[in-house]
């Protein structure tokens, strides 16, 4: 679990944190992590108010916090910031007119940022994902760069890309930057740092005659260590709050920090999985102290229809999610898949496959047989069978019986002749109607590519579009008919129709059938 200073009430800390402060608190059954030294201050004031670490840890913010957040602690009425330009009053008109004819300069600010790549399908049909690429997204600004200094600039840039709120320059030195204009090639571009580098820099540009295009490139890597520390500031436009899922816990996980996870880097599958594995999750909490999980959480468990608790695995969890996202039929929030994971009860013992979802494989032929032993008690069934045994006894065979008698030699055991005999072809099974193989053909496509061609099967049907003949219709055929679908999901579907045609034509699949 993981503390931080958004939340309205810190969770209560154990003893022995509280005696000596931490980044984790260990000695609780779910340990606690404190995400910085803000969240460890509103802990012990909310716990321990009179504990003698309070000042100790407002010290070291006070000496790690950034330079104007450091000098409104000291004293916010006290001189002006050392680093605050003096900008004396023009005492004439030549003065003003100087001023005036600072040249302006269109600008573009470049900030490279990790990219990611679009999905690539080989020919084979597999979707690869490349790693993501860092190329520069640019910004157009018109600065006036005689009368701003270089954290200016730098803030001006900032605000641009809508980072000013998470990145604060140096009032030394940093962030690096790279600048060119026109007349200079990339190459060549001065990098800068400090006020003196930038100072130079400057000077250069307003010696240049002519119309000139200023570039300013940053790299994302290098503002980490300028980030700023987010106290209570609101939250930049850009990040958009999670809504609660329904049915699930409230979350108290963080919007903000080097660590938190982004939903871009979950593929869309795994973000609806996911989605259904959180209210699988919380409907299936189990209260029971002998069921609990790590570090005594409580566990999860299926109650079947006998009411007995079969535990649900995260491996669980993401079968039976997968199954409810692509809408697998019998299976919902209230009834699992068939699938080994819910076979077992928590003492280990197989449970009543009567009582809920049964595995394949293991139902049907004993029923057969234990009606059978029924039957065979029944006297009208058994006297039956008596009478037909008696009436096949006395009923000469057909054709005589080649075999020794005891008074006969024992003669040489002799080779069977060979039987030519023509085989009889494979039963075909009866084709399905064009509707029929159409549906079932659509449902495979939906289970093996988690694709929903579902609204395209009329269309397919009042043509007789079969899955046989797809390669004969061809794609562009297939684009007029479904504007709507798009061109990699037409390529995907030709392909699964010709792998399915070779299943259903294959001996295999004859036999089965």
């Not at 402060?21 to 460890?40: E, Q």
């Not at 998470?166 to 030195?173: I, L, N, S, T």
């Amino acid at each position: 679990m993981i503390h931080s200073h958004l939340e309205d009430v810190p969770p209560k800390p154990s003893d022995v944190w509280l005696e000596n402060p931490g980044w984790i608190d260990g000695a609780l059954p779910t340990p606690v992590a404190y995400i910085d030294k803000h969240a460890m201050v509103r802990a012990l004031r909310h716990w321990d108010p009179t504990s003698h670490h309070i000042d100790q840890l407002e010290a070291d913010l006070l000496r790690e916090s950034d330079f104007h957040d450091r000098l409104a602690a000291i004293n916010s009425s006290g001189p002006p910031p050392f680093h605050t330009p003096h900008v004396p009053h023009p005492s004439s008109q030549a003065t003003v007119l100087h001023a005036a004819i600072e040249p302006e300069f269109p600008t573009t600010i470049s900030l490279l940022q990790y990219i990611p790549q679009p999905a690539k399908v080989s020919k084979n049909g597999r979707v690869t994902q490349p790693d993501a690429a860092k190329k520069g997204i640019g910004k157009d600004l018109q600065l006036v760069f005689g009368d701003l200094s270089r954290t200016e600039v730098l803030r001006r840039a900032f605000d641009a890309h809508q980072v000013g709120l998470q990145y604060e320059p140096g009032p030394q030195r940093g962030p690096p930057m790279k600048m060119w204009w026109t007349g200079r090639q990339k190459g060549g571009a001065t990098t800068i740092e400090t006020d003196l580098e930038y100072s130079n820099a400057i000077a250069s540009l307003k010696s240049r005659k002519g119309k000139t295009q200023v570039t300013i490139e940053l790299d994302v890597d290098e503002l980490y260590p300028f980030r700023r520390a987010i106290l209570d500031a609101p939250l930049p436009s850009n990040v958009v709050k999670s809504t609660p899922i329904p049915g699930a816990a409230p979350s108290n996980g963080l919007l903000l920090g080097t660590h938190v996870p982004i939903m871009d880097s979950f593929s869309p599958e795994t973000q609806v999985n996911g989605t259904w594995i959180l209210q699988l999750r919380t409907k299936w909490l189990c209260q029971d102290p002998t069921h609990a999980g790590e570090n005594g959480a409580p566990g999860h468990c299926w109650r079947d229809a006998n009411g007995c608790h079969i535990g649900v695995s995260n491996n669980g969890f993401k079968v039976w999610g997968a199954a409810c996202a692509a809408r697998v039929e019998g299976v919902s929030l209230e009834c699992p898949p068939n699938s080994p994971e819910f076979d077992f009860r928590r003492d280990g013992s197989r449970r009543d496959t009567n009582s809920g979802p049964r595995p394949r494989g293991q139902t049907g032929p004993r029923s057969a047989k234990r009606e059978a032993t029924n039957d065979a008690s029944d006297p009208l069934v058994s006297f039956g069978k008596l009478i037909g045994g008696l009436i096949s006894a006395r009923v000469a065979p057909a054709t005589p019986k080649h075999r020794n008698t005891d008074d006969s030699p024992v003669s040489t055991p002799r080779k069977r002749r060979r039987r030519d005999s023509t085989p009889e072809p494979p039963s075909s099974p009866i084709a399905p109607p064009p509707s029929e193989e159409i549906q079932r053909c659509v449902d495979a496509f939906l289970r093996k590519k988690r694709i929903d061609w579902t609204p395209y099967i009329d269309i397919l049907m009042e043509h007789s579009f079969t899955p046989d003949i797809m390669g004969m219709v061809g794609m562009v055929r297939l684009q007029e008919l479904l504007p709507a679908a798009p061109e990699g999901e037409v390529m995907r579907w030709m392909k699964h129709c010709d792998e399915y045609t070779a299943r259903q034509r294959s001996p295999k699949k004859r036999r089965t059938n």
